[in-house]
């Protein structure tokens, strides 16, 4: 069954800070990985699609990477306006253009 | 960046009542849309699969009597939530794919339904 796993599920950091968060995933045949953020009362944001091993994609303080079981998104020296819930999501093979989404990390950065 | 757009942002009915959600992408053409749920601090749940021209497909638990979709131009999609019930409250959200390689979902605001 295809599955998403985000990590850790809230992180707290200082301005400047710098992490990483976590998205693992089991899926048959992965045609491209999605990392959107979301902001309360909000829809989510795109951020980035990734669809092969080793791609890269850098916007900002974020950048997210792609391996064949998991991506991170690397956030340097964060700022408050970073803080957001950060979803995952995966589009599997098949023919459908469904996603499959993690639970998200809620990420507070703090001054 | 491919803007979606949602009416109302929010909303409150009366239990029984009928409340529709007009879900629009603004400055592209979207042959597939995606109705959403999601609660409180919970990620978002997907409820249907909407086609321009053809009948929504409805995951595995949503009544399709209950939540009826219309996808009927490349840039209109509506949910109406029927004889709607304390417990349909949510926020709902809609996505608009675009073309291309995948494709790639745009999500709209958001609308917060509370039914009393």
């Known amino acids: 069954e295809d599955q998403v796993t985000q990590s850790p599920e809230a992180l707290r950091l200082q301005e400047g800070e710098s992490s990483s968060l976590n998205c693992s995933y089991t899926?048959?045949?992965?045609?491209?990985l999605f990392w959107y953020r979301q902001d309360p009362g909000k829809g989510p944001e795109f951020l980035f699609t990734?669809?092969?091993a080793g791609e890269e994609k850098e916007k900002e303080r974020l950048k997210a990477t792609l391996t064949k079981k998991e991506s991170f998104l690397h956030i340097t020296a964060p700022k408050p306006e970073d803080s957001a819930t950060y979803l995952c999501?995966?589009?599997?093979?098949?023919?459908?253009?469904?996603?499959?989404f993690g639970a998200g990390t809620r990420l507070a950065v703090h001054p | 960046g491919a803007v979606v757009s949602q009416h109302p942002s929010w909303v409150i009915c009366k239990s029984g009542t009928s409340v529709k959600i007009e879900c629009r992408s603004l400055?592209?053409?979207?042959?597939?849309m995606f109705w959403y749920r999601q609660f409180p601090k919970q990620s978002l749940m997907l409820m249907a699969t909407?086609?321009?021209?053809?009948?929504?497909?409805?995951e595995q638990g949503v009544e399709k009597d209950k939540f009826l979709i219309n996808h009927a131009s490349l840039t209109l999609s509506t949910l109406t939530v029927t004889s709607a019930h304390p417990e349909d409250s949510s926020f709902y959200i809609c996505?608009?794919?675009?073309?291309?390689?995948?494709?790639?979902?745009?999500f709209g605001p958001g609308t917060r339904l509370t039914v009393l």
């Open positions: 999501a995966v589009q599997a093979g098949g023919g459908y253009n469904k996603l499959i």
């Open positions: 996505s608009a794919l675009t073309s291309g390689r995948g494709g790639t979902q745009y």
């Open positions: 990734l669809y092969s």
């Open positions: 899926v048959s045949g992965l045609r491209g």
């Open positions: 400055d592209f053409q979207a042959t597939t």
């Open positions: 909407s086609n321009e021209g053809s009948k929504a497909t409805y």
